[in-house]
C-alpha cells in the first residue's frame, strides 16, 4: 500500500516537473479592422509577442486575432466572435469612435474586459490604451510652424478619411496652424497612409499650387510625398516626416530638414499589458479620465527631427524598410501605473 502511494506520488510529481504549470490562463481578441499599411501587421506582431512574454511570469495568454479589411458591422462580427469564443479581454483598434457602444456593452455584461487602443471610443465600457492623436499631430504641426518662421501656405495629406484616429489628427494640425495668423492651409487631401497615393497627392499638390511653403504629411505617406518633392527640384519647402527605417534612409541620404512625431505599433502591446494586469485584479493608480471622452490612458509621444535622428537611427538599420520606430510599456512599465 505504502509502496504504490510512494509510486503515484513520485509519478505525479515527474508529469508536473515536465510541464508548464501556469498560475492563470486567459484568452484574449485582438480586433483589426484594417490592413492596408505594414504599421497594422507590425502592431499585431509586437501585440503578439508581448503575450508570450507573459510566459515567464507564471501567466499564460492565448491570443486570437481577427485582422482584415472590414467596414463597421465587419468588425462588430469580430467582438460577436470573441464574445462567443469566450474571451477574458477584447483589444480592438476601432474603426469607429462611436459605433461600438452597443456591442461594448454586451462585452462588459459578459465580464470581458475592453480596451481600445490607436483611436479613442466614446464607448464608457472601454477604456482606451494609446498615443493622444490630436496631440501626436500637434507636435510635427508645431515643429513645421516653427520651422517655417510661422508664416507661409500649408498643404495637408491626410490618412483614410472618416477613421477616428484621421480625424483627431486633422483637427490638431488645424488647431495649430490657425494659432499662427500668417498661416495659411490651402489644400487638404487624403491618400490612405499608402506611399505611392501620397506621393502621387504629392506631384499633384505641387502642379495646382506652386506657392506651396510646408506639407504637413501623416506617416505611412511621408516617403513618397518627400520623393516627388524632391523629383520637383524644390529645395524651399518644408515637411514632416515619418518614422520608417526607408524614410530615415532617404532622410540621412537626402539631409533633409523633417520632424516627426511617433505612433508607435507597440501601442497595442501597451494595451494588452495593461489589460493582463487589470485581468489579475490590480486597479490603476489614477482613474482613466485622459481624452474627449474621458475614458483614456494616454501613452508618450516620442518625437524625432535632426536632434536626435541618429540615436533613432541606430535602433532602425538592422531592420526591413517598412519597419516603424516603436516603443511600448513592458510587463513591468505597464503595472507600474496600478496600485
Known amino acids: 500500500m505504502k509502496k504504490n502511494l510512494l509510486k503515484l506520488i513520485t509519478t505525479t510529481a515527474l508529469i508536473l516537473a515536465g510541464s508548464t504549470v501556469f498560475a492563470k490562463d486567459y484568452k484574449i481578441g485582438l480586433s483589426n479592422g484594417w490592413v492596408g499599411s505594414e504599421w497594422r501587421t507590425q502592431m499585431i506582431d509586437e501585440a503578439t509577442a508581448a503575450a508570450a512574454k507573459w510566459d515567464d511570469k507564471g501567466v499564460n495568454i492565448t491570443v486570437s486575432v481577427q485582422s482584415a ?15 462567443a469564443q469566450g474571451v477574458d479581454a477584447i483589444i480592438i483598434n476601432p474603426n469607429s469612435p462611436t459605433a461600438f457602444d452597443p456591442i461594448f456593452k454586451l462585452a462588459k455584461a459578459k465580464g470581458i474586459l475592453v480596451i481600445s487602443t490607436d483611436a479613442e471610443v466614446s464607448s464608457k465600457d472601454a477604456l482606451y490604451v494609446g498615443i493622444d492623436q490630436k496631440g501626436w499631430a500637434m507636435k510635427s504641426a508645431k ?22 484616429a484621421n480625424e483627431m489628427r486633422v483637427s490638431g494640425y488645424q488647431e495649430v496652424f490657425n494659432a499662427y495668423k500668417d498661416i495659411e492651409i490651402i489644400a487638404e487631401v487624403n491618400a490612405n497612409w499608402d506611399q505611392a497615393q501620397g506621393q ?43 518614422i520608417r527605417r526607408d ?29 493582463v494586469h487589470m485581468l489579475e485584479g490590480k486597479e490603476l493608480k ?42 511600448s510599456l513592458s510587463i513591468d512599465e505597464a503595472g507600474a501605473l496600478f496600485k
Open 143 to 164: 515643429w513645421l510652424a516653427e520651422a517655417m518662421g510661422g508664416k507661409g501656405k500649408v498643404v495637408a495629406i491626410n490618412g483614410f478619411a472618416g477613421h477616428p
Open 286 to 327: 489614477a482613474p482613466a479620465t485622459d481624452g474627449v471622452y474621458g475614458n483614456a490612458v494616454y501613452l508618450p509621444i516620442p518625437f524625432v527631427d535632426e536632434s536626435n535622428y541618429s540615436e533613432v537611427y541606430a535602433k532602425l538599420k538592422d531592420k526591413p524598410g517598412y519597419y516603424s520606430y516603436s516603443v
Open 69 to 83: 479589411n472590414v467596414d463597421v458591422p465587419g468588425q462588430i462580427a469580430h467582438i460577436r466572435n470573441f464574445i
Open 247 to 275: 524614410f530615415f534612409d532617404s532622410w540621412g541620404k537626402n539631409g533633409y530638414k523633417t520632424g516627426a512625431s511617433v505612433n508607435p505599433p507597440g501601442v497595442m502591446a501597451s494595451a494588452l499589458n495593461v489589460a
Open 200 to 242: 502621387q497627392a504629392m506631384q499633384n499638390l505641387l502642379a495646382t499650387y506652386p506657392d506651396i511653403n510646408g506639407v504637413w504629411v501623416q506617416d505611412g505617406m511621408a516617403d513618397g510625398s518627400w520623393r516627388a518633392i524632391t523629383d520637383s527640384g524644390r529645395k524651399d519647402i518644408l515637411a514632416t516626416g515619418e
